[in-house]
Nanobody, 124 residues
Framework: QVQLVESGGGLVQAGGSLRLSCAAS????????MGWFRQGSGKEREFVAG????????YYADSVKGRFTISRDNAKNTVYLQMNSLKPEDTAVYYC?????????????????WGQGTQVTVSS
């Protein structure tokens, strides 16, 4: 069993930065591929970024490539999402996830554990 708790969301102006953290409980964290998803108002939940259990592979949605960076610290049972050059269209609830990678993405149906989500609002 893995429990995921996100933090670091908030309100930021366009062009600004935020760093999301996801703290995991459980001794098996280091064996899970981890991902970040987001869900805007009235939209479907979408994949944002993923990282292999070893940290050796990172993957991004085209919409965030070059602006967001996913990383993990297995010693701290934590995964991060550094978000730079934020845009109003990045406004969403961001969810941490543990599950299977499918090539260069993680599908919502392959997620085993979800966090409760943290709100990110980018003002123009």
């Amino acid at each position: 069993q893995v429990q995921l708790v996100e933090s670091g969301g908030g309100l930021v102006q366009a062009g600004g930065s935020l760093r999301l953290s996801c703290a995991a409980s459980g001794r098996t964290f280091s064996s899970y591929n981890m991902g970040w998803f987001r869900q805007g108002s009235g939209k479907e939940r979408e994949f944002v970024a993923g990282i292999r259990w070893s940290g050796a592979g990172t993957y991004y949605a085209d919409s965030v490539k070059g602006r967001f960076t996913i990383s993990r610290d297995n010693a701290k049972n934590t995964v991060y999402l550094q978000m730079n050059s934020l845009k109003p269209e990045d406004t969403a609830v961001y969810y941490c996830a543990a599950g299977l990678m499918s090539g260069a993405t993680m599908r919502a149906r392959d997620v085993t554990y979800w966090g409760q989500g943290t709100q990110v609002t980018v003002s123009s």
